[in-house]
């Protein structure tokens, strides 16, 4: 059974740090699976913040960049999400998801819609206090 979850929300300040993990499991060839963070504040649309392709490519929103760093690590089979210089607008529920579609490129899972990527976590929340 193909699973991921995600954790290591939590309340910060503004100006803190934060890491999120995605572990995944029941997968096979984890590492050909391009990956994604994605996020939803309340009333708002889900929205792509960083991916990740399977040559290690990455890709961010433009409002993250500089802040965010996604990685991977194949021998674990864990995503994660380097968060720093947190604001206010960063908080939301974050989500991780994968699709194995060959060649997605990690633009492409950036901007993703829910429907096209195949398997996503059920979320862990990030609250940033100014």
């Known amino acids: 059974q193909v699973q991921l979850v995600e954790s290591g929300g939590a309340p910060v300040q503004a100006g803190g740090s934060l890491r999120l993990s995605c572990e995944a499991s029941g997968f096979s060839y984890y590492s050909t699976y391009s990956m994604g963070w994605f996020r939803q504040a309340s009333e708002k649309e889900r929205e792509g913040v960083a991916a990740i392709d399977s040559d290690g490519t990455t890709a961010y929103a433009d409002s993250v960049k500089g802040r965010f760093t996604i990685s991977r690590d194949n021998t674990k089979n864990i995503l994660y999400l380097e968060m720093n210089n947190l604001k206010p607008d960063d908080t939301g529920m974050y989500y991780c998801?994968?699709?194995?579609?060959?060649?997605?490129?990690?633009?492409?899972?950036?901007?993703?819609?829910?429907?096209?990527?195949?398997?996503w976590g059920k979320g862990t929340l990030v609250t940033i206090s100014s």
């Open positions: 998801a994968a699709d194995p579609t060959i060649g997605m490129t990690a633009i492409q899972a950036l901007g993703a819609q829910y429907y096209e990527m195949d398997y």
